[in-house]
């Protein structure tokens, strides 16, 4: 039996399948399904035909009756050899399929996109037809499915990268533009130059907005386009498709900038940087720009005084006319010997270093010339029979040049490896040594040596680091063998350390407590280490005598360290084998150890935190390191968070920390203000912390590393302030507008609710609720017993007279947000809580799951803090 390809049946049967699939009789739906292509004369023009008539082709995430059809399909026409557009004999019969099934994906959903695109053989279509359906797109404010299509069809290279890109990337969709330009170096340069023309101070978003008037904006999405994310978008993106940074004039000039305000800021404001490490820096950073070599001078002015402006406005011969007042004349005053930059020579600068300094520090216990520079592969050969003898203990240490954020992952400059009586450094900046496949080899050999026991202090970062600096180790992964992370050890003894005194008494020093390796190695040695080459700039030749010195001293140490606590572990509350110490889990995140990478690059060690007494004692959570005593509730901190970190904020606010946000990045006099008026810790990030952190009183102002995802930033806050959690907590306040009161609604007004206003259609409610009632299902296997819910969070609950019976709103002005209720929920949860400030509706179901899944650790982790402090 034969049916012909009338529009009459194929009504009939689409009206079938429509009904099994409402039903989700899904077996049933596809033997029907299968059977009916089966029977067309022709099934290339029957799916069309059925798939024309389909409805729910509304933009929707869940599965559509259209896309199960054209999943069948694929299926079915495995068996049916015949069944394809090449076979088609008739030409005209071909391509008038092909039309029709161009202008089902214009007309539709993305869904039906690959398929369509597969099954109708689209891709041999004539070029200009697609581009003029491409086009069509665009014109129709579909900007997206434009760059989906123009990019499946593989369009780009005739396509406007302009025109395709700047709406997706106004919308926030800036992934589907990276990936419209993935594959075309050309397009990856100039989207990435679009970018950085952004950054230029000139830019005018309205000018671009303008050239697409049909183009609606949300607030959220105009808020992306500013600065400090572009700048970070373009650095992203300058290192995923190799980009010459030379092309990205803007974003450069701009990170360069910030670099400097920071190293002023370092040298002027803290202190804490040394005339030499600054002078190092401040050099790469603004060779080769006359305009940088002008901020320079003017910083200058302002924080050193005439005299430094004038001598460097001389090195760098600074044009007169871009001097700021009085450093001509300061210069006309100055003999030439007076303008000269003279090389400082510290004292420091020396081997021996003074007595005061001996007292205060830990010092290397080897002569000078026991510690050997590593340039070549005979030097190399030496090192390598030293280091590679079974039963050796060697201390690993790596540097590199802090980044200051210009670049994001560091090359190695040095790899330090002590043995017991002697020390190597290897210069991965000599020629020789770098990408010599011999130093790759032996780096391979001496990490995987089981033979040989490695130590380190927070590996992981340096494992980044030499995948960054050597690319050929990812393509061999390297695995860490006869390792001993001396930070998990470190963690051990933490717990033991807590509140004893111990049979080695800790000298206090006077100033900033220690922290990370230095704090270790002054529990065990007796004395901290001196950081002041922290800084340094790692890429200098030669080193100075102060940095060979530090970097010898940062490997040493940890074998030093070793010894002393092999040769008696009950003495620190250590089991008598270090190495069955295994990671305490708040370290074990993958998270934690890129916060910890992303850390050293700024310029702030890494192996220096993931070590204190709050559990982690967070260099990029400064301001006040120290947190004793007894744990605060989250409804008891109150903060100020500036918009870089919205994320977090809203995390916060999930788990009931009261969280006010701020709208605008740049006023940050205002957060100073309701800071002091309302009592509330600043959140903050970056270069506003210091201008910041003067205007409030100690320890009332944070900053957190904007490079972590906003879940980690909160772990490190709650952690930070001592906040326990309960689960309670979670969802005990709007995450959207910060208020803690809700009114509790039981299903049956919320059904009558929804039946007013329409919401709820008894025929519709089938087939894009039907994912969601399986989703609803499954949560409810999963998490609670039936019989109403479990969750009681700590809030305010409003009386039902704070809710107009018949406009659905609250005495504020709120509206219930009926519409975001799926009305497929209604059968399955009893209970809804609606936020009286803005009407957000929450349930009970797979947020909450989600919530509480996503801060189980810091569940953990607290509950953990807080059993320790009892002992
Ligand atoms: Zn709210």
């Not at 069309?48 to 008539?53: I, Q, R, S, Y």
């Not at 111990?502 to 704090?519: D, F």
């Not at 001293?553 to 003495?571: E, M, N």
């Amino acid at each position: 039996m034969i049916v012909q390809c009338v529009s009459e049946d194929v009504a009939v049967l689409r009206e079938q399948l429509c009904d099994l699939w409402s039903r989700k009789e899904l077996e049933e739906l596809r033997l029907r399904t299968a059977s009916g292509f089966s029977r067309f004369r022709s099934p290339l023009a029957g799916l069309l035909m059925l798939l024309d008539g389909c409805p729910g082709v509304q933009k929707s995430r869940s599965t559509t009756l259209g896309q199960f059809l054209l999943t069948e399909f694929v299926r079915w026409r495995r068996g049916q050899a015949r069944v394809s557009v090449k076979e088609l004999k008739d030409e005209e019969e071909k391509r008038n399929l092909q039309l029709q099934a161009l202008e089902l994906i214009t007309a539709s959903q993305p869904g039906y996109m690959d398929l369509l695109l597969e099954i109708y053989e689209l891709k041999n279509l004539e070029k200009n037809l697609l581009l003029e359906h491409v086009a069509f797109l665009q014109n129709s404010c579909c900007f997206r499915e434009a760059a989906l299509l123009g990019m499946k069809l593989g369009l780009q290279e005739e396509l406007d990268m302009e025109q395709m890109c700047v709406p997706l990337i106004l919308m926030d969709k800036l992934p589907l533009a990276e990936a419209y330009v993935q594959d075309h170096a050309d397009l990856q340069e100039r989207l990435i130059r679009l970018l950085d023309s952004w950054c230029s101070p000139d830019f005018n978003l309205e000018d671009v907005r303008r050239q697409f008037p049909s183009l609606s904006l949300s607030k959220h999405q105009t808020d992306q386009i500013q600065p400090k994310l572009l700048i970070r978008h373009v650095f992203r993106l300058m290192e995923k498709f190799s980009i010459d940074p030379g092309l990205c004039v803007n974003a450069v000039y701009k990170r360069k900038l910030d670099s400097l305000r920071f190293l002023m800021y370092k040298r002027f404001g803290e202190k804490n940087m040394t005339e030499e490490n600054w002078r190092d820096h401040v050099q790469v950073t603004v060779e080769g720009s006359v305009d940088l070599q002008v901020v320079l001078v003017e910083l200058l002015v302002k924080h050193s005084g005439l005299k430094a402006a004038a001598q460097w406005a001389k090195h760098y011969s600074v044009p007169r006319d871009r001097l700021p007042i009085g450093v001509w004349d300061t210069m006309e005053t100055l003999s030439s010997s007076q303008l000269e930059i003279n090389e400082v020579c510290s004292p420091l600068d020396l081997w021996v270093t003074p007595p005061s300094h001996q007292l205060q520090f830990y010092q290397l216990p080897l002569d000078q010339q026991r510690v050997h520079t590593v340039e070549n592969s005979e030097q190399l050969q030496l090192c390598r029979d030293s280091v590679l003898q079974a039963g050796r203990v060697v201390g690993v240490d790596m540097e590199w040049r802090a980044g200051f954020g210009t670049v994001s992952t560091q090359r190695i400059s040095l790899i330090q490896l002590a043995v017991k009586e002697r020390v190597f450094l290897l210069d991965l900046c000599a020629p020789g040594l770098s990408h010599h496949s011999l130093t790759v080899n032996f780096i391979r050999a001496l990490l995987t040596d089981t033979s040989v026991l490695k130590l380190g202090y927070g590996m992981s970062g340096d494992l980044r680091s030499l995948v960054a600096t050597w690319p050929e180790l990812k393509e061999e992964p390297l695995e860490f063998k006869g390792v001993l992370d001396l930070l998990h050890v470190h963690q051990q003894l933490q717990r033991c350390w807590r509140g004893r005194t111990g049979p080695r008494p800790v000298e206090v020093n006077e100033g900033p407590a220690e922290k990370g390796l230095s704090l270790l190695v002054q529990q065990v040695l007796g004395k901290p280490l001196d950081k002041t080459e922290q800084l340094s700039n790692w890429e200098r030749r030669p080193l100075r005598t102060g940095q060979v010195r530090y970097a010898a001293i940062d490997a040493y140490c940890l074998v030093d360290v070793y010894l002393t606590l092999s040769a008696d572990p009950k003495a620190f509350g250590l089991p008598d084998d270090l190495l069955s110490i295994k990671p305490s889990p708040s370290t074990k995140s993958d998270s934690d150890k890129k916060a910890k990478e992303k850390r050293k690059q700024t310029g702030r060690r890494g192996r220096q935190s993931g070590i204190g007494r709050t559990g982690d004692q967070d260099e990029c959570v400064r301001g006040n390191g120290e947190r004793h005593g007894a744990s605060i509730t989250p409804q008891e901190l109150r903060v100020v968070c500036d918009n870089m970190l919205q994320g977090l904020g809203r995390y916060l606010r999930c788990v009931g920390v009261d969280v006010l946000m701020l709208e605008n990045t740049d006023d940050h006099k205002v957060a100073a203000q309701i800071a002091r008026n309302e009592g509330r810790i600043i959140l903050t990030s970056g270069q506003p912390f210091q201008t910041l952190r003067s205007q409030v009183a100690e320890g009332r102002c944070l900053t957190l590393d904007c490079s972590e995802k906003a879940r980690d930033q909160a772990v490190r806050v709650l952690k930070h302030f001592n906040v326990h959690l309960t689960p309670s907590d979670i969802f005990s306040r709007c995450q959207a507008c910060n208020n803690d009161e809700y009114l509790k609604l039981p299903r049956e007004d919320m059904t009558q609710m929804m039946n007013k206003r329409g919401l709820i259609q008894d025929t519709v409610h089938k087939q894009d609720d039907w994912e969601a009632q399986c989703d609803a299902q499954v949560d409810c296997n999963r998490s609670r017993a039936p019989g109403g819910p479990a969750f009681t969070p700590h809030c305010r609950w409003a009386p039902r007279s704070a809710l107009d019976a018949h406009s659905f709103r609250f005495s504020g002005g709120a509206e219930v947000q009926l519409e975001t209720v799926p009305p497929g929920l209604l059968p399955r949860i009893p209970e809804y809580f609606i936020c009286t400030r803005c009407g957000k509706v929450f349930w009970e179901g797979s947020h909450f799951d989600r919530a509480l899944a996503q801060f189980q650790d810091v569940l953990n982790i607290s509950d953990d803090d807080t059993t320790a402090r009892k002992h």
